[in-house]
């Protein structure tokens, strides 16, 4: 398995509601990561988790909630969120968080706040 | 800080013209770099990546880049492009950043390719 797997693909949520995106990377990579995307930028670093542990964070609002269950998965829990948090978030896993081989990238969860 | 440039936000070109899409990144110490692509849909994925060594790194689709340090520069290339390469570029830059590394991005450039 060589894929990075998040679900929902497509998420509509309101200003009120509490959500979690989930990632899923079965190749024993020990670090991995959210970023968000919105159109026609780079992707923005948001959190990385090495070894199961936060090791960086990118002064994300608390709306924002991480959490690494596992070496595998990862969530990003969403509450109180606002219409410009509207992007694509994407997930990603490297070999671990000192030496990078590159990383592999989910397809993305695009995410509507109305 | 770190920062990789992308100058070119935009090119247009015709099916066999050749491509040099330009990188310059800043960053005083040693540095991981790499070009990703997203074709229009899909998610990003891994063209190239420099490490060290024979600085002309060859990638997946004919597509290789030159790490040039005196310049600060990883330039990415390929001799004859096709319509499926439409797409967007993206360079990168993996940094030191305390306890852990992180990878920045540039800006981006948007290839078209005109059949």
């Known amino acids: 398995d060589t894929e990075v797997t998040q679900t929902p693909k497509h998420l509509v949520m309101g200003m009120t509601n509490k959500k979690s995106l989930k990632c899923e990377q079965h190749?024993?990579?020990?670090?991995m990561y959210w970023y968000k995307q919105k159109a026609k930028k780079p992707p923005e670093l948001m959190f990385v988790?090495?070894?199961?542990?936060?090791?960086i964070n990118e002064s994300v609002p608390s709306r924002f909630s991480p959490e690494c269950p596992n070496s595998s998965l990862l969530n990003l829990h969403l509450h109180a969120l606002q219409p410009e948090d509207s992007a694509l978030y994407l997930c990603?896993?490297?070999?671990?968080?000192?030496?990078?081989?590159?990383?592999?990238f989910g397809s993305g969860t695009r995410l509507t706040v109305v | 800080a770190q920062s990789v440039s992308q100058h070119n936000h935009h090119v247009i070109l015709s099916e066999a013209a050749s491509l040099e899409l330009g990188c310059n990144y800043s960053?005083?110490?040693?540095?991981?770099l790499f070009w990703y692509v997203q074709y229009p849909g899909q998610h990003l994925q891994l063209l190239l990546k420099?490490?060290?060594?024979?600085?002309l790194v060859k990638g997946i689709k004919g597509f290789e880049a030159e790490f040039i340090k005196s310049k600060f520069s990883f330039n990415l290339r390929k001799p004859s492009v096709q319509w499926s390469d439409t797409a967007e570029y993206f360079c990168?830059?993996?940094?030191?950043?305390?306890?852990?590394?992180?990878?920045?991005f540039g800006s981006g450039t948007r290839l078209s390719i005109r059949p």
């Open positions: 988790y090495s070894y199961e542990k936060l090791s």
């Open positions: 190749m024993g990579h020990r670090a």
């Open positions: 420099y490490f060290s060594g024979d600085p």
């Open positions: 990603a896993s490297s070999q671990d968080s000192d030496h990078h081989y590159g990383y592999t």
């Open positions: 960053y005083g110490g040693t540095v991981n």
């Open positions: 990168a830059v993996n940094v030191l950043y305390s306890s852990a590394s992180k990878i920045i």
